[in-house]
């Protein structure tokens, strides 16, 4: 019965291809623009992750505070209220899994006939660990570099390539400034930060390097920010408080109405706003094509109406020999179904492909997922089922005598 019932729909749909075709349209481009926007929005957020991700996660930056003079307020980091006692102090309290004082200072690099000017940050042994970034080649930082004041240098992927080109630069001395460095590393790539600056055009060296020989007069010793890291499944808000009552201890902020003189920005947190946001875009943006898919079956219920005139004549003689109404209920749900469903599949593969070309074209990324395929084809034959019901009743509800009288 279902079968017989089946290959009815087909050749009902079959006997007015065009109009099948034009009824179907709606549902393609419906499901279409739901895949593809939804494509975008978790490419959006995805690219999001990474690039949030590629700072570190569990992530804590500790900045330096602002001058008043005169009423006039400087940003944050330009007061000396940090120093790398401070990170020393931070990374033996409990739930943190490294610390390390950041100073930074845009340099000229100088390897055989070739320069470049990148940000060179003095760090410690942590560093790496902190922003869980691994050395590609050579070997990482370690306690005696950052103690010694060795004249060693890590290079990112676009610095090194600036300096050597495709030459191994390991072992290679090259100066900063006049100080001459022995290269010991070359940085994993990073990519782009979320503010689109080239994370891997920039050099690393040891802290106690950095302050003895490239930075000099009111600058020497001072701590721009400390980048810390906590471990895995701790407490952020805590982990943050106790950081700000041990820094307000360490700094002589006893009195409660005295302001902290430096900032702590908790990077987990933004991940997850950032997360929300693009979620939320995800979410309007498939909410404004779904607009599409109702237009669709608004197209279905009128082409089934006419459907349904025009098979007047058909529908009572199926009823004078002893076709039960819920079998023309079933008919005509199955073919209204039935387009919904090839428009849907349809609909998939103009999506999936859009979503190719719009990552091929204008260079954006996109992502298909299972999720967003299987919701939009769902409720595209709940569309069908919705806006076919009403057709197909109407069809069931024929007075046989008077359907067989239609002209």
């Known amino acids: ?8 729909a087909v050749r009902a749909m079959g006997s ?15 499901v279409g623009a739901v895949v593809l926007m939804l494509a975008v929005g978790e490419g959006t957020r995805l690219t999001i992750k990474k690039q949030v991700d590629a700072l570190g996660t569990n992530i804590f930056i500790v900045l330096a505070g602002f001058q008043n003079t005169g009423g006039v307020r400087s940003g944050s980091g330009s007061r000396h ?69 060795a004249r060693v240098i ?16 390991l072992g290679a001395t090259i100066r900063v400034g006049r100080v001459p460095f022995v290269v010991e590393g070359i940085l994993e790539a990073k990519g782009q930060s979320l503010d689109g600056r080239d994370q891997d055009d920039t050099a690393i060296v040891p ?30 808000t805590e982990v943050q408080e106790n950081m700000r009552e041990l820094l307000r201890d360490r ?34 943006l498939g909410a404004i094509a779904s607009v599409s898919l109702a237009v669709g079956g ?36 199955l073919e209204a179904m039935l387009v919904s469903f090839t428009g849907g599949l349809l609909g998939l593969l103009l999506g999936s492909a859009g979503a ?8 954006m990324s996109t992502s298909v997922t299972p999720t967003s395929m299987v919701l939009s084809f769902t409720v595209s034959l709940a569309i069908g089922v919705f806006f076919g019901f009403y057709p197909a009743w109407k069809a069931s509800g024929q007075n046989p005598i008077d359907a067989l009288r239609y002209q």
């Open 1 to 8: 019965m279902l079968f017989s019932m089946f290959m009815e």
């Open 16 to 30: 007015n291809r065009l109009r099948t075709f034009l009824t179907m349209l709606g549902m393609v481009i419906g």
């Open 81 to 149: 209220t940090l120093n790398a006692s401070d990170a020393e102090a931070i990374r033996e309290m409990p739930g943190i899994a490294g610390a390390s004082p950041v100073s930074m200072s845009s340099l000229q690099l100088v390897a055989g006939g070739q320069n470049w000017n990148t940000q060179v940050n003095g760090v410690n042994e942590d560093y790496l660990n902190v922003r869980s970034w691994n050395v590609e080649s050579g070997r990482p930082m370690d306690y005696i570099d950052s103690q010694s004041g």
């Open 154 to 169: 890590w290079l990112g992927k676009s610095t090194a390539k600036e300096l050597f080109g495709g030459l191994d630069p």
């Open 207 to 236: 802290f106690t390097t950095f302050n003895r020989f490239l930075q000099t007069g009111h600058f020497q010793f001072m701590v721009r920010m400390i980048m810390v890291k906590a471990v895995d499944g701790a407490d952020m």
């Open 251 to 284: 700094h002589r902020l006893t009195d409660p109405m005295d302001e902290d003189d430096f900032f702590i920005n908790n990077l987990s947190a933004l991940m997850d706003s950032a997360e929300a946001m693009a979620t939320a875009m995800t979410l309007l």
């Open 298 to 333: 608004i197209g279905i219920m009128n082409i089934m109406l006419v459907s349904v005139t025009e098979r007047t004549r058909e529908i009572g003689i199926r009823l004078a020999i002893g076709a039960r109404k819920k079998d023309i209920l079933a008919q005509f749900l």
């Open 356 to 363: 190719a070309l719009v990552t091929r074209v204008w260079n």
